[in-house]
């Protein structure tokens, strides 16, 4: 991903491109997976199938779950992002609330 400036200086948010790296994750209900990030990837963008949501999390390797309770600890899952960066993240862990497939491309 780059971006670069405009004529007005304004920053310009450039199309992604492909990723050479794309994982295909097949979620069951409520059942967390946890994936290992492949090397030199720098930024992960998800997409879910059949509008469903996921909670990710990073750098953890057990015990997710779909939050059922307030979390004002801050170390809740988060909700349907986008776009993360890793920041040397070794794990990526992931839970449904419906079965649907998850994809992740990593860029770095």
């Given at each position: ?45 998800f ?8 909670y ?11 939050p ?41």
């Open positions: 991903m780059a971006q670069r400036r405009d004529s007005f200086d304004q920053v310009v948010v450039a199309s992604v491109q492909q990723s050479d790296t794309i994982y295909a994750i097949v979620m069951a209900a409520n059942t967390a997976q946890y994936i290992t990030p492949p090397a030199g990837a720098n930024f992960v963008l997409a879910a199938s059949g509008g469903n949501d996921f990710m999390l990073l750098n953890v390797t057990s015990g997710l779950s779909v059922a309770a307030n979390n004002t600890a801050g170390t809740s899952p988060e909700l349907n992002p986008l776009i993360r960066e890793l920041k040397g993240a070794t794990s990526i862990g992931l839970v449904t609330t419906a079965a649907c497939n998850i994809t992740m491309a990593f860029y770095s």
